[in-house]
């Protein structure tokens, strides 16, 4: 397995994280809100339960982006691009994808410098006290799937690799 493929796999598996984790925060608000509403019989709400519908979000977030690029699930706008001719349209695919690839990977950096200072001022959530830089630990993980799925990507467009076999890229709505 080549790594483009390796890249597409990886993406597929971020989502999959992502979407479980979607999952156990919803069930934590069902449970949240059905505690709120049972207090008359001893149940109470989940302490800090906003606190993880923020962490469990932002994080899911990171997970999700590189399967939904991969799949061109991104919104676009195509007032010119639409009249361009095949040439033109690569050209502006090429150029568009090496400069999300650069804003992705500064972003990436961005995060991990964000985390190593929640970490050194040993930052914590108001209800949990939970480290904040344990989120953006988490976080990171789904930026580096992000950068490679970015990486993979690029390398198609100019040529030097493939998309997996049977992969298919969904059609922008205009």
Known sequence: ??????????????????????????LMIVASVSGRALIGVGLGPVPGDFELVEVGTAIAVFF????????????????LFIHLPPWGKRVVLIVSDVLMLVIWLVLTHMLYQGMLEK????????????????????????????????????????????????????????
Request: hydrophobic fraction near 55%.
């Open 1 to 26: 397995m080549n790594l483009i493929n390796s890249a597409y796999r990886l993406a597929g598996l971020s989502a999959m994280f992502g979407a479980l984790l979607l999952l156990a925060v919803m």
């Open 64 to 79: 999700f982006l590189p399967w939904t690029y991969l799949k061109g699930g991104h919104a676009t706008v195509d007032l």
């Open 119 to 174: 970490r050194d001022n040993l930052e914590t959530t108001f209800i949990l006290a939970m480290p904040v830089w344990w989120a953006y630990a988490v976080s990171l993980l789904g930026a580096a799937a992000g950068c490679l799925a970015y990486v993979a990507r690029t390398a198609t467009l100019l040529g030097l690799g493939k998309e997996p076999e049977g992969w298919t890229t969904e059609e922008a709505v205009h």
